[in-house]
């Protein structure tokens, strides 16, 4: 009773954990983010450069330009672009330049000049700093500035406006044609749209970078059908990235599964052996993935490419029992007698290869990477999975299935691979020659940046640099970020910091920079200069004694009074004050939300000298340490400081789950000789495709890393099935034999297939792992053979 039940229990708990698994994978959320590439516990500076990569101001930022037809046509264009989009509750800011936002941050200026101006002092408002502010206005009047001022002068005869225009004016900024920003040749007017959406919710940013299209495409037949867009910014490098990544993991998946399916169909003969042993695969990429899914938030597209590729491993357990256990009987008991033999000959050594997979996958669960994290437990859970299905359901339905007897494969290779064995000292020297390679080539053999973990298309980094140029805005690379226990706090420090740069300025050591400051001021400063301010009253009897020597009336600038009055009462700025202002966009970016107990910061930009003279980091950060929450941050050297963590932490854990593996082994098989002959192979495996990336000059990421990872998995079943049966000096039998290096090379092959596609993506993740798994595999089998102690393949007892 109790043995006609347990097939029953197996298929019935088999059954309900794929269903619950098909489940919750339905209920996943998958996504295409190259942010779950960045490390999950970045320093405090790190957090700041992931905050800005993930959910900065740049990483919501569009940079749109349209070119063709007429310098007129481009401007309406670009007019119309603007109206569209401003009404879309997608974007929270649109600017091209135009009157309207140049009107808009004026009016504001104007209206809030004395809590804004920096000149607003005690000595400013008194008796001499009128006269001195006046005169100097005047004498303006007969300068090329004497238009603005003339106008101006009646209600801001200080010239506190002039004041925030010049502060303002820190950069470049773009040029003008026909009341809009334009290029330097004006064949390109230019707009930015800040999307509402997150930098990291890269659908959201799709679907704002489609309004912007169909904006477009709406408008420009009427205008003219020879206009142009062209879209460029952060959001388009994730938004390409991620339709990259979806349309290669769909077209490799799709490959792959075809070739391991014909394959295997080739070798079977049997569409239900096929389909049977393509269970333990489905079950392992159900189950992983709905670990994943309920271990994170959610599922990157990366993973599952990964997993598609990861059948490749997944499937060598079901080729294992196929093959090995056919021994050509048709009875049902003799059938039934031969999965037993599999159970008790072959299983311990799949069971060995399995925990030295696992080993050395959970190295990736201490990477810091949520997607090298994911892809560390998706292999982990899959192969574990398709594992137990080989081992508890297969034993079941496989008695029942008749397929074809491979055994003649291995018969055809067995002189050919005992054949190998000669090329023992060869390959023994190749290995030696792959080491002496590493140890030429070690500083430079792996890439110590970020670069390179995201497909760009060259073309739009093109446009991105171009047009960034053209609107004076290049990427910041060095910061001054300022904390605070809240955002006063950060702009009161902001400030001191100002005063310094201020001084780096003066001495020609720095350009220039962008403070928030100069568009929000800290509260503490609005007050200091409102306070400044005199009386309605005292202001005007101290008109009366400035002007007594200069050619102006009080008379005249009872508009000034007015203005001084109503800011003197009026209630301070916030930076919600500034939306709906083109202001805005620039003082929020530098001012990102607080999160949790993170402190608020405000971020000044800084601009060095010319592109040519390198920042004086060092001088810079002694001329700060006065302001104790300053930090300077290097953007580029801070993200490549970042990921060289990251890779030291990877690569040291790596090593950890290399010595475990020794160690089982060791323990395991009990003879260090056969230990050494199993890691053998698996080693020079590895150097030997370390070299070759070596001398084809491409640096190794972690990405290549996790392609080792498997290599050493695989291998580890290759080394383990060549190995010999102890105390057996005749061999086994040869029919068994045979069956397992026809399974050995049927593996090899469907590996080899599964990964060697993705050897050719433009996915940098796959690519990477495809051009290292292909290779590394087939040289893993290779060298298995070579080093084997028998001509075929043998099998060791557990």
Not at 499 to 512: P, T, V, Y
């Amino acid at each position: 009773m109790t043995r006609s039940l347990r097939p029953t229990l197996v298929i019935g708990l088999w059954l309900s954990v794929l269903l619950l698994a098909v489940y919750s994978v339905t209920q996943t959320r998958f996504t295409a983010d190259m942010s779950a590439f960045l490390p999950a516990s970045p320093s405090a500076e790190q957090r700041l450069l992931v905050d800005q990569l993930q959910q900065g101001a740049i990483s919501r930022t569009f940079l749109i330009g349209i070119e063709g037809g007429t310098a007129e046509q481009r401007a309406e264009a670009s007019r119309g672009l603007h109206a569209a989009l401003a009404g879309d509750p997608a974007f929270t800011n649109v600017q091209n330049g135009d009157a309207g936002d140049r009107e808009r941050a004026r009016r504001f200026l104007f209206e809030h000049r004395y809590l804004l101006s920096p000149n607003v002092t005690d000595e400013r408002f008194s008796v001499d700093g009128l006269r001195q502010a006046i005169g100097q206005s005047i004498a303006n009047l007969n300068s090329p500035l004497g238009d603005v001022t003339r106008e101006l002068f009646p209600r801001d005869p200080t010239g506190e406006m002039l004041a925030l225009i010049d502060g303002q004016s820190t950069g470049t900024g773009p040029g003008r044609c026909c009341g809009v920003w334009a290029g330097a040749d004006r064949s390109t007017m230019l707009l930015i749209a800040q999307a509402n959406a997150s930098g990291s919710d890269t659908d959201g940013l799709a679907r704002a970078a489609d309004r912007i299209e169909s904006a477009f495409e709406s408008m420009r037949d009427d205008i003219a059908p020879s206009l142009r867009l062209v879209i460029a910014g952060s959001p388009m490098f994730a938004i390409e990235a991620r339709d990259r990544i979806k349309a290669e993991v769909t077209l490799f998946t799709t490959i792959s599964v075809v070739l391991v399916t014909l394959v295997l169909l080739l070798a079977y003969r049997s569409v239900r052996v096929l389909l049977a042993g393509l269970l333990p695969v489905g079950s392992g990429v159900a189950v992983g993935i709905a670990v994943v899914g309920l271990g994170f938030d959610e599922v990157h597209g990366i993973t599952i490419g990964f997993g598609t590729a990861l059948m490749g491993e997944a499937i060598d357990y079901s080729i294992y029992y196929f093959v090995q256990s056919r021994q050509g009987e048709r009875d049902t008991t003799q059938s039934h007698s031969t999965s037993r033999d599999w159970l008790t000959t072959y299983w311990p050594t799949v069971r060995l290869g399995l925990l030295t997979s696992l080993i050395g996958f959970a190295a990736l669960l201490f990477s810091g990477f949520p997607g090298l994290m994911q892809i560390g437990l998706y292999a982990m859970t899959g192969l574990l999975t398709a594992a137990l299905v080989t081992r508890f359901v297969l034993p079941i339905l496989g008695p029942k299935l008749p397929r074809a007897d491979i055994a003649g494969l291995g018969r055809r290779l067995a002189r050919p691979v005992a054949s190998l064995r000669r090329l023992r000292v060869p390959a023994a020297l190749l290995g030696g020659l792959a080491v002496i390679v590493l140890v030429w080539q070690h500083d430079g053999l792996w890439r110590d940046t970020l670069s390179g973990l995201a497909p760009i298309d060259p073309r739009l980094e093109a446009t991105d640099a171009r047009l960034r140029d053209e609107l004076g805005s290049p990427s910041p690379r060095h910061l001054v970020v300022v904390r605070g226990d809240d955002r006063e706090a950060a702009l009161r420090a902001a400030e001191r910091v100002t005063a310094i740069l201020d001084k780096e300025i003066e001495a020609g050591r720095l350009a220039g920079y962008r403070s928030p400051t100069s568009i929000l001021p800290s509260q503490a400063t609005q007050q200091a200069r409102q306070g400044a301010l005199p009386t309605r009253e005292e202001l005007e009897r101290r008109l009366d004694t400035a002007l007594a020597d200069l050619p102006v009336s009080t008379d005249r600038l009872g508009g000034f009074v007015d203005d001084v009055a109503r800011q003197r009462e009026t209630g301070l700025i916030d930076l919600a004050a500034l939306e709906g202002t083109p202001l805005w966009l620039a003082a929020s970016g530098q001012l990102p939300e607080a999160s949790g107990t993170d402190p608020s910061v405000a971020m000044i930009t800084l601009r060095t000298p010319d592109s040519g003279t390198p920042l004086e980091t060092g001088a810079l950060r002694d001329a700060l340490s006065p302001v104790e929450s300053a930090v300077l941050i290097d953007m580029l050297a801070e993200s490549n400081r970042l990921y060289g963590r990251y890779l030291h932490t990877t690569l040291l854990v790596s090593l950890l789950g290399a010595a475990a593996i020794v160690l089982l082994l060791l323990w395991v098989q009990a003879n260090p000789r056969h230990t050494l002959r199993t890691l053998l192979p698996i080693t020079l495996a590895i150097v030997l495709v370390l070299a070759g990336h070596a001398l084809l000059g491409g640096q190794l990421t972690l990405l290549h890393l996790v392609g080792l990872l498997l290599v050493a998995a695989i291998g580890s079943n290759y080394a383990l099935f060549f190995q010999p049966r102890p105390n057996d000096d005749t061999g086994i039998d040869a029919q068994r034999d045979a069956r397992t290096l026809a399974s050995l090379t049927l593996a090899t092959a469907t590996t080899v297939g599964a990964f060697g596609v993705l050897a050719f993506s433009h996915v940098p993740v796959l690519q990477a792992i495809g051009a290292t798994v292909a290779p590394g595999a087939l040289a893993a089998w290779l060298l298995a053979a070579i080093f084997a102690d028998t001509p075929n393949a043998t099998t060791p007892d557990s």
